[in-house]
């Protein structure tokens, strides 16, 4: 207990300095978030992965919570997504390269012995697709934040009832790491997670839900899951259902998450950070819940219901420009082309009332020089009465 105070203590000073230390080189090194308003640098999650790996290596190498064989993979497999994440961030590697690089790290971590091999390649993709939300989740200030410290203290209570200890201590790091993070990530934000932040953070998140969670019946498994990472689940579904009921490619970005959304509905940068992270609370306490046996697993049926009317209601929200070349109802609404073989008169004389000679709609009458179109033009002003 008291190491675990010490070390997420350490954790959130340490965090909170190195990211403020690495927002400088990453701003000469152009390693920044082009789609927002302002570039935001992209260092954050360096500096979370390194100071949770570096606290939690620290209570294993001195032998006060060791993590364990597994654990420990876990671990270096989040570190290796991180990585994976920072060269997306410094070279924009394709999206599935990135989501096939999560797969193959996720799938060297679980432990099959437990889960059984239907279940292993299932959680799989399960950490691939937690890891490719958090990523989602970071194009607004604050929220991917605000979910991963939630959802770290939800999975961590699970390890530690599971009497997982160095695990337990090392996702305390990863909040308190994330919670230093939000001093600079909160809006307006002066540095971001990036996709080396969001994949380490979910994958080291739901790797940890998986391990917690090995040796449990699989439909009570599947549920306590879902409910600790509700929110990521949640922008996901509602991004894929969006994009495909538009038309629009899969994996093309676009300002239709669940932060985005709540912002069409009059929220404020930060008011849309505190309703996704109280319902992040809700979903992750009845996860709990569930998984200490406080309450039943059919609990987790009111998370579900909630998400599905939130998914169901804020895809009615637009969130699409109109698409260009999409016919007469897509097209963006601009003056109207004269029809062919009508005198371009200038604007000022055409909408004038009271001078209907001089609209070439009226009478297209074809003007003879040039000459007399400026001369024409040029001098003449009409005021309006």
Not at 135 to 163: I, K, M, N, P, S
Not at 214 to 236: E, K, M, N, Q, S
């Amino acid at each position: 207990m008291l190491y675990g105070i010490a070390a997420a203590t350490a954790s959130f000073l340490l965090a909170a300095l190195l990211a403020a230390l690495l927002r400088a080189p990453a701003l000469s090194l152009a390693l920044v978030d082009r789609r927002r308003r302002r570039p935001v640098p992209l260092s954050g999650g360096v500096a979370v992965a390194l100071v949770t790996g570096l606290v939690a290596g620290v209570g294993d190498w001195t032998g006060v919570v060791p993590l364990g064989p597994a654990a420990g993979r876990l671990l270096l497999g989040a570190l290796a997504a991180g990585a994976l994440g920072l060269a997306a961030d410094l070279w924009r590697l394709r999206r599935r390269w990135v989501v096939a690089g999560t797969a193959v790290a996720a799938a060297c971590v679980v432990p099959y012995g437990e889960t059984g091999p239907v279940a292993g390649v299932l959680a799989v993709g399960w950490i691939t697709l937690v890891a490719a939300a958090f990523r989602g989740l970071d194009h607004a200030d604050g929220v991917a934040g605000t979910v991963g410290v939630v959802t770290a203290f939800g999975v961590a209570a699970c390890a530690a009832a599971e009497l997982r200890d160095g695990l337990a201590v090392a996702l305390l790091a990863l909040a308190a790491a994330l919670t230093g993070l939000l001093l600079h990530n909160w809006h307006p934000a002066r540095i971001a997670l990036g996709a080396c932040g969001a994949l380490f953070t979910g994958f080291l998140l739901a790797g940890a839900a998986v391990f917690t969670r090995a040796g449990h019946p699989p439909a009570g498994g599947a549920a306590v899951l879902f409910a600790l990472t509700a929110p990521a689940c949640l922008d996901v579904v509602l991004v894929l259902l969006s994009r495909r009921l538009a038309g629009r490619p899969v994996l093309r970005a676009g300002p239709d998450h669940l932060a985005h959304r709540l912002r069409r509905l009059g929220l404020t940068p930060q008011g849309a950070a505190v309703v996704v992270g109280a319902v992040s609370c809700g979903a992750v306490l009845t996860g709990v819940l569930v998984h200490t046996g406080r309450v039943g697993a059919p609990a987790v049926w009111w998370v579900a219901g909630a998400a599905a009317a939130a998914v169901a209601g804020l895809l009615r929200v637009r969130v699409y420009g109109p698409r260009h070349g999409a016919g007469a109802q897509g097209r963006v609404p601009g003056p109207a082309r004269p029809p062919r073989g009508a005198s371009r008169v200038p604007p000022e004389v055409a909408d004038t009332p009271g001078d209907a000679s001089s609209r070439g709609t009226i009478f297209p009458v074809r003007q003879a020089r040039r000459a007399e179109e400026v001369q024409v033009s040029a001098p003449l002003r009409v005021r309006n009465g």
